[in-house]
């Protein structure tokens, strides 16, 4: 039974720059949600996809983009890198209706923005 | 606004102690609340949750957590620490006002177990 999976496991940009991360759900899974990870901190939510559209979205901007695929995979764009956005981007999946079913987290996304 | 505190940022206990961490929540209704462990360069991992029923919730790894309604706490335990256990630990709740399955993490408390 495949996990969540994400790639890549890090990546270094440079400040202006456009990065794409990748998820894949948990086998059986249908809904992705991203959160960001600053060091020393916990999970922040950016948004959440289900039926290939964003469902909810936290505070963060538009630069900040996401999609999913019919296969329910997703990605998570960002634009314009500034230094703070350096951190653990997590994917984590669930299946709609099951409200009250935990998170399964992917390993992440290490961003290094320099 | 659902959240959750948690107001320890480390932990340190010898092993073949018990263990506790910390949260504590702050909700409109009730609460729906959930433990996770992030090993270093690794996801979280889930550990247990509360929904309802009894106050004492039993999970993975030996863990269990104690929900008091009256303290509006949700405390992570062990009865006997190993050196294994180290690792960062997130209280977490669901929040009810959001129509996707949004869970509120906390600041994470670092459990470190000596040998």
């Known amino acids: 039974d495949a996990g969540v999976t994400q790639s890549p496991t890090h990546l270094i940009k440079t400040r202006g720059q456009q990065v794409t991360l990748r998820c894949s759900p948990k086998?059986?899974?249908?809904?992705v949600s991203w959160y960001q990870q600053a060091l020393g901190q916990g999970p922040q939510f950016i948004f959440q996809?289900?039926?290939?559209?964003?469902?909810q979205r936290g505070n963060f901007p538009d630069r900040f983009s996401g999609h999913q695929f019919p296969n329910y995979s997703s990605e998570l764009n960002v634009n314009a890198l500034l230094l703070g956005d350096s951190a653990l981007y997590l994917c984590?999946?669930?299946?709609?209706?099951?409200?009250?079913?935990?998170?399964?987290f992917g390993n992440g996304t290490r961003l290094t923005v320099t | 606004a659902q959240s959750v505190a948690q107001p320890e940022d480390q932990v340190n206990v010898a092993e073949g102690n018990p263990l506790t961490v910390k949260c504590t929540y702050s909700v409109s209704g009730n609460p729906y609340l959930f433990w996770y462990v992030q090993y270093p360069n690794r996801g979280l991992q889930f550990l247990l949750k509360?929904?309802?029923?009894?106050?004492l919730v039993k999970g993975s790894y030996g863990f269990e957590a104690e929900f008091n309604k009256s303290q509006t706490s949700f405390h992570l335990k062990k009865p006997s620490a190993l050196v294994s256990d180290s690792a960062l630990y997130f209280c977490a709740v669901r929040d009810l006002f959001s129509s996707a399955s949004k869970i509120i993490f906390g600041s994470g408390t670092r459990l470190s177990i000596r040998p």
């Open positions: 996809y289900y039926e290939e559209e964003e469902r």
């Open positions: 984590a999946s669930s299946l709609a209706g099951k409200t009250y079913s935990p998170l399964h």
């Open positions: 086998s059986g899974h249908d809904t």
């Open positions: 509360y929904i309802t029923g009894d106050n």
